[in-house]
């Protein structure tokens, strides 16, 4: 029994631990293509990677890992023909940022199915039959960057995914390409963030052909954008009363949209500033004309109330400018025969014209200030003239030590010693001691100065030894 249990391989080795089938290497596990029906058990705990990809798992049900796997980051789930997903099938996988369900047969993604992947980072449910989705399907991804919806069946944008951006507040790229979308909301779309506005993929939809698509199309061409430069060809709609789709762009001055290219301003502002945004159309005998701000209300009438204000010449002034204010203002200009929109993107810095110089000039001022006072500290600690071989007076012994420190650190006055005319120095090691004193003074007294010989006999020096000489406001005389 004894040879046999050391002949059996050792608990948690790669033989012992890795499923049938499947390839490991590490803590990767590679059960790509593998006739596999089910989810293959025991799982290794410490598995970060499971690549499940191209076999027949059409059900995931809540018991798939029936252990915890706390260091599954990246689930790979495509090519399975997978139909049902449980609601509870992530449950043990709290710590998921990279799940691929594509190229499967999911038809709907149902209440909170993703609620327990607060980690997730990227989406994949490209290639699927999706055509509902719950409006908490997506609820708790608030880390979710990338969400690919592309290929499916959908055919209402599902715009509160990005409307107030509480619910995916990270999300950076939405694809919703080759679905049966026949209307986007373009004006709500304006309102988005730069960042997801520009990494919005709508091509290869059924859309219907309007004014307000084409500027947004032509909007993203004129600023080079991927999603509309890569896909020029793929991004066409249905005109009124036609059969065939165009391409977006080729409504320019056709009709019986006649729609006209928009341009775009940019303009920078600080906090509190007043701006004027100008709607400089090049048409003539203007029908009607209003702004639309980045929050999505319309300014229409002259005058206005609160911080924006229509002018008589169509500007709109903005005052008091705040950091929410920042974004695209867009001016709609009707005229008898073309109509034209006009954007401006405002930029708010996020202070005052003058604060931040202010600011770093007194910083600045302190700093040089601080530096000179350590140089002069140094030059008067490190460069002072040796006076060792002509001191005129007696030099002060070093304080004793049982004096308290305050008496020799927090002094207002320095002390100062008298001496003779040409006596010669003493050594500092030497220290002046009074009769039955033992070599020290007594606390808290001083010696006995010698006698006078003459008015300038006596010459008051700073004592070396205390820490008030340098910092003393009493005038230091040599």
Same mark, same amino acid.
């Given at each position: 029994?004894?040879?046999?249990?050391?002949?059996?391989p050792?608990? @948690?080795?790669?033989g012992?631990?890795?499923?049938?089938r499947?390839v490991?290497a590490s803590n990767?596990?590679?059960?790509?293509?593998?006739v596999?029906?089910?989810?293959p058990?025991?799982?290794p705990?410490f598995t970060?990677?499971l690549?499940l990809?191209?076999?027949?798992?059409t059900r995931l049900?809540?018991d798939?890992?029936?252990?915890?796997?706390?260091?599954l980051?990246?689930?790979?789930?495509?090519?399975?023909g997978? /139909?049902?997903?449980?609601?509870?099938?992530?449950?043990?996988?709290p710590?998921?940022?990279?799940? &691929?369900?594509?190229?499967?047969?999911?038809?709907?993604?149902?209440e909170?199915?993703?609620? &327990?992947?607060?980690?997730?980072e990227?989406?994949?449910?490209?290639?699927?039959?999706?055509s509902?989705?719950?409006r908490t399907?997506?609820?708790n991804?608030?880390r979710l960057r990338?969400?690919?919806l592309?290929q499916?069946r959908?055919?209402?944008?599902?715009?509160e995914?990005?409307?107030?951006?509480?619910r995916l507040?990270?999300l950076?790229l939405? &694809?919703?390409?080759?679905n049966r979308?026949?209307?986007?909301p373009?004006g709500?779309?304006q309102?988005?963030?730069a960042w997801?506005?520009?990494r919005?993929?709508l091509h290869?939809?059924p859309?219907?052909c309007s004014c307000?698509?084409?500027?947004l199309v032509?909007r993203?061409r004129h600023?080079?954008?991927?999603?509309?430069v890569?896909?020029?060809e793929e991004?066409?709609?249905?005109p009124?009363?036609?059969?065939?789709?165009?391409?977006?762009?080729?409504?320019?001055?056709?009709?019986?949209l006649?729609?006209?290219?928009a341009?775009?301003?940019?303009?920078?502002?600080?906090?509190g500033?007043?701006?004027?945004l100008?709607c400089?159309t090049?048409?003539r005998?203007v029908r #009607?004309r209003?702004w639309?701000?980045? =929050?999505?209300e319309?300014?229409l009438?002259?005058?206005?109330n =609160?911080?924006?204000?229509?002018?008589?010449?169509g500007?709109l002034?903005?005052? =008091?400018l705040?950091?929410e204010?920042?974004?695209?203002y867009?001016c709609?200009?009707?005229?008898?025969l073309l109509n034209?929109t006009?954007y401006v993107?405002?930029?708010?810095?996020?202070?005052?014209?003058?604060?931040?110089?202010?600011?770093?000039?007194t910083?600045?001022?302190?700093?040089v200030?601080?530096i000179?006072?350590v140089?002069?500290?140094?030059?008067?600690?490190?460069?002072?003239?040796?006076?060792?071989?002509?001191c005129? =007076?007696?030099?002060?012994?070093?304080?004793?030590?049982? &004096?308290?420190?305050n008496?020799?650190?927090?002094?207002?006055?320095?002390n100062?010693a008298? @001496?003779?005319?040409?006596?010669p120095?003493?050594?500092?090691s030497? /220290?002046?001691?009074?009769p039955? #004193?033992?070599?020290?003074?007594k606390?808290?007294g001083?010696?006995q100065a010698p006698?006078?010989?003459g008015?300038?006999?006596?010459?008051?020096?700073?004592?070396?030894?205390?820490?008030s000489?340098v910092?003393s406001?009493?005038?230091?005389?040599?």
């Open positions: 029994l004894l040879l046999l249990l050391l002949l059996l050792p608990w @948690g080795s790669a012992a631990s890795c499923p049938p499947c490991c990767i596990l590679s059960c790509s293509q593998a596999l029906s089910t989810v058990t025991p799982l705990r970060a990677v690549d990809s191209h076999n027949n798992v049900r809540a798939w890992a029936p252990g915890r796997l706390a260091h980051h990246a689930l790979l789930l495509s090519h399975n997978l /139909s049902f997903v449980s609601t509870e099938a992530f449950t043990h996988v710590h998921l940022r990279h799940l &691929d369900l594509s190229s499967n047969r999911l038809r709907a993604l149902e909170n199915l993703f609620s &327990d992947l607060s980690e997730l990227v989406l994949l449910l490209y290639n699927n039959e999706i509902s989705v719950d399907a997506f609820e991804l608030g990338k969400l690919y592309g499916n959908i055919a209402r944008f599902p715009l995914l990005l409307r107030d951006g509480s507040p990270q950076a939405l &694809d919703l390409s080759a979308l026949h209307s986007v373009v709500e779309l309102a988005l963030p997801l506005r520009d919005l993929y290869a939809n859309l219907a307000p698509l084409f500027q032509a993203g600023r080079q954008l991927s999603a509309v890569d896909f020029l991004l066409r709609c249905l009124p009363a036609a059969t065939a789709p165009v391409g977006i762009l080729s409504l320019a001055g056709q009709q019986p006649n729609c006209s290219e341009r775009e301003a940019v303009l920078e502002a600080h906090l500033d007043s701006v004027t100008g400089d090049r048409l005998g #009607q209003h639309v701000t980045p =929050g999505g319309r300014v009438e002259e005058g206005g =609160g911080s924006a204000a229509l002018l008589a010449n500007s002034q903005l005052r =008091g705040r950091p204010d920042a974004g695209t867009a709609w200009v009707a005229g008898p034209e006009l993107d405002l930029l708010v810095h996020n202070f005052t014209l003058h604060g931040p110089h202010d600011t770093l000039n910083a600045y001022t302190t700093l200030g601080c000179l006072s140089v002069l500290v140094l030059i008067y600690l490190y460069l002072t003239p040796c006076r060792c071989c002509c005129r =007076g007696a030099e002060k012994p070093p304080p004793p030590r049982d &004096d308290s420190i008496s020799s650190v927090l002094s207002t006055t320095p100062h008298t @001496g003779v005319p040409g006596e120095c003493r050594s500092r030497a /220290s002046t001691t009074g039955g #004193q033992n070599g020290r003074f606390v808290g001083t010696p006698p006078r010989h008015p300038k006999a006596q010459r008051k020096v700073s004592d070396p030894d205390s820490v000489s910092f406001d009493t005038p230091i005389v040599v």
